[in-house]
DNA sequence: CCTATAACGTAACACTATAACATTTCGGAG
DNA sequence: CTCCGAAATGTTATAGTGTTACGTTATAGG
């Protein structure tokens, strides 16, 4: 592993083009639309798409948005380090994607959890509605 | 149909047996597991599912589970009148769901929407985990 | 080199959801 | 009562999302 890249420096093809093709977009993208960008540089079925999201969702580098089948490239910095919870403000207009930490809603929903000895393994939280750019506009 | 069910007299008939499909269930069910529990009663086609899960959602009976691509009755009293935006712990181990309003973690959230200007339309909230009844089994 | 592991390629399949179109049911206007 | 329009329903086909199964190839460590 190389010193201080910037870069992923542990990203196969794969998970590469992948990961280019989330960050090159204006917003999410599903799985197969990741796969008709990719024929070019060789991708031929879903799998391929699916393998590469896995990782890199474990990875922490990309988010999967529940209420859209569709994925996103994670939007901090890259070494930000820990990742907690993310939570997303989806514009139903432009469909762009703002990511933003819950902390004070993810504080109550783990309260709940204590109290309700609830084990939480993973929250989701997404918020649907239209963006400020598309309100004013 | 029968004089005095206490059922929820503005139902049709296909919107009746998928609200009882849902709440016979111990927990959520898909669409498709709907279509194999009422294929007795006439069903023969997903839509015939999806139509009458749209008008409970829109009604407000029944809750769609994002993360799981599945329905579930909604747990409050029938009527309890204007049923705020919910949230859903999800066991993971016996799949039973937990719905619960989870106000602070709201506030929270419309408190951000507002700050950042995002009209918010709805919410989603789902914890994955594991409940205390399969935790201490 | 040898081997274990992870990644990759491909095809087939399973699951989830909607489109399109015809038909029926039901309540109100005339 | 009859007519009409809205809502609900029935049916077929199709689109979109995700996984199973199996075989091959690249990679790293001993
Ligand atoms: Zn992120
Ligand atoms: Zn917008
Ligand atoms: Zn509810
Ligand atoms: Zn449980």
New interface residues.
Partial sequence: MTAHSHAKPDLTKNQGLVFGALTGAEGPLTAYAILDLLRDDGFRAPLQVYRALDKLVEIGLVHRL??LNAFVACSHPVDCGEHKTA?F?I??DCGKV?E?A?D???Q??QA??RQ?????????????????NC??S
Avoid: H, N, V, Y
């Fill in positions: 529940e209420s939570a403000a514009c139903e703002d933003f819950p004070a809603a993810l109550s929903l709940w959890s309700e000895k609830f084990a939480l393994a993973k929250t989701t939280i997404e918020l649907r509605g239209t963006c400020a309100t004013t």
